[in-house]
């Protein structure tokens, strides 16, 4: 769902993303930490994909913290998401509030980097180092740091004990040029 709010100087991006990030478990066969992981990437890149003008356009979206999951790597374009991670399996202790530990799994020592093809001679590559790991603030550091527009990222994937998605959303509200 694209927004737009206070006359056109700020937008935002909301998105459900149950079904994508419950096949990408599926197909990866990846752990309750992973799947948090992954989905969040998924979700993120898919929001960067809609925000695309062109129909051939594409982003790749990296993220390599040097934990035990290795990269994971998603492409998105208008209409379509997909991922990967180095290593799906990976358990992980439980945070001391009970979340999954995504940003030790993801590591913090480390980048996301974005390849934005729009069907130019090359293409727009970004990268900023991880701030957290936990993939939202990832994502919101990268869009204002690296893309210069002021960014708030939220993405969460809860993983039922019995390791099935049962919610998958997120969104993202940036502020246009000219706000206050």
Not at 37 to 42: F, I, V
Not at 62 to 71: K, L
Not at 85 to 105: F, I, Q
């Given at each position: 769902?694209?927004?737009?709010?206070?006359?056109?100087?700020?937008?935002?991006?909301?998105?459900?993303?149950?079904?994508?990030?419950?096949?990408?478990?599926?197909?990866?066969?990846?752990?309750?930490?992973?799947?948090?992981?992954?989905?969040?990437?998924?979700?993120?890149?898919?929001?960067?994909?809609?925000?695309?003008?062109?129909?051939?356009?594409?982003?790749?979206?990296?993220?390599?913290?040097?934990?035990?999951?290795?990269?994971?790597?998603?492409?998105?374009?208008?209409?379509?998401?997909?991922?990967?991670?180095?290593?799906?399996?990976?358990?992980?202790?439980?945070?001391?509030?009970?979340?999954?530990?995504?940003?030790?799994?993801?590591?913090?020592?480390?980048?996301?980097?974005?390849?934005?093809?729009?069907?130019?001679?090359?293409?727009?590559?970004?990268?900023?180092?991880?701030?957290?790991g936990e993939i939202a603030e990832d994502f919101a550091g990268y869009l204002t740091e690296s893309e210069q527009v002021p960014s708030a990222c939220a993405l969460g994937v809860l993983v039922d004990t019995?390791?099935?998605?049962?919610?998958?959303?997120?969104?993202?509200?940036?502020?246009?040029?000219?706000?206050?």
């Amino acid at each position: 769902l694209h927004i737009t709010l206070a006359d056109g100087m700020v937008r935002g991006l909301l998105l459900t993303g149950l079904n994508t990030v419950s096949q990408g478990a599926a197909i990866h066969n990846t752990s309750p930490v992973v799947t948090a992981a992954l989905g969040r990437t998924l979700m993120g890149t898919a929001m960067m994909g809609a925000m695309l003008k062109g129909e051939e356009h594409s982003v790749t979206v990296t993220i390599n913290g040097g934990g035990p999951i290795g990269r994971i790597v998603c492409v998105a374009d208008r209409d379509s998401v997909r991922g990967v991670v180095d290593v799906p399996n990976v358990e992980m202790p439980l945070r001391t509030d009970g979340k999954l530990n995504v940003g030790m799994a993801v590591g913090r020592d480390g980048r996301i980097s974005v390849v934005r093809d729009l069907g130019m001679k090359s293409p727009y590559i970004g990268q900023t180092a991880l701030l957290s790991g936990e993939i939202a603030e990832d994502f919101a550091g990268y869009l204002t740091e690296s893309e210069q527009v002021p960014s708030a990222c939220a993405l969460g994937v809860l993983v039922d004990t019995d390791c099935t998605v049962r919610a998958a959303g997120g969104f993202i509200v940036q502020l246009m040029p000219g706000a206050e």
